[in-house]
């Protein structure tokens, strides 16, 4: 058991560019949340997955968001002509199916600053 | 839109003394989930709280379920410098819900 581990750790991007980041799952976890994060702040969930299907998104995630877990194991978040509101921690968890006992394991995040 | 209030938002206090945070709701709860976050890290799980009334202890902090299961609260006694970090709850609807945090400073 490795952990849940987030690419990058730090993400610098120029307002307008598009960014992608990566979560890797505890292997045997089915499902995988993205939250985002503000200094301070608790974390404001975004999406998740249960396997491949992604079962929920937030009304937070506008269309500039998107993520994908093609093979229900790694999974990708992209923001599309990043703005400076966009700034933030991106977290990514994994848990078994049934999170009311089961705790969310989360990966150290990705920060992204936009310029 | 957060769905758990906690309080304090901030609180600095000295080692050695105790302090309380809270987290309310208007809804009740099945279960509530406390997590610790340190600078750079994500967050990690403290305790479940699952019964109305339960009390669960680890180490030096006490975890309350409301017996309505609408709140709940985290003692720390004799903090420690260690102790410092944001302080979270959570509540279960399909994905995590968690409340805006307290964020705890411990000097030493």
């Known amino acids: 058991d490795t952990g849940v581990s987030q690419n990058p750790r730090h993400k610098i991007t120029k307002r307008g560019q598009n960014v992608t980041f990566r979560c890797d799952p505890i292997?045997?976890?089915?499902?995988l949340y993205w939250y985002r994060q503000t200094l301070g702040q608790g974390p404001e969930f975004l999406t998740y997955?249960?396997?491949?299907?992604?079962?929920?998104k937030s009304r937070l995630l506008s269309d500039r968001f998107s993520a994908e877990r093609p093979k229900g194991s790694f999974s990708t978040l992209e923001i599309q002509r990043t703005e400076q509101g966009d700034s933030a921690m991106y977290l990514c968890?994994?848990?078994?199916?049934?999170?009311?006992?089961?705790?969310?394991?989360f990966g150290n995040g990705t920060r992204l600053t936009v310029t | 839109t957060q769905l758990l209030e906690q309080s304090p938002q901030f609180l600095s206090i000295q080692e050695g003394e105790n302090l309380t945070v809270y987290c309310n709701s208007s809804s009740v709860f099945s279960s509530l989930q406390w997590y610790r976050q340190e600078p750079g890290e994500g967050p990690v799980l403290l305790v479940t709280v699952v019964t109305g009334g339960e009390v669960k202890k680890l180490k030096r902090l006490t975890f309350q379920f409301g017996d309505a299961r609408k709140d709940s609260s985290l003692h720390i006694t004799a903090a420690q410098p260690g102790d410092t970090g944001l302080y979270l709850c959570?509540?279960?609807?399909?994905?995590?819900?968690f409340g805006q945090g307290t964020t705890l400073q411990v000097k030493p």
């Open positions: 968890a994994s848990s078994l199916v049934g999170v009311e006992l089961s705790p969310l394991h």
């Open positions: 997955f249960q396997n491949e299907a992604q079962l929920e």
């Open positions: 292997s045997e976890h089915n499902r």
């Open positions: 959570a509540r279960s609807t399909g994905k995590l819900i």
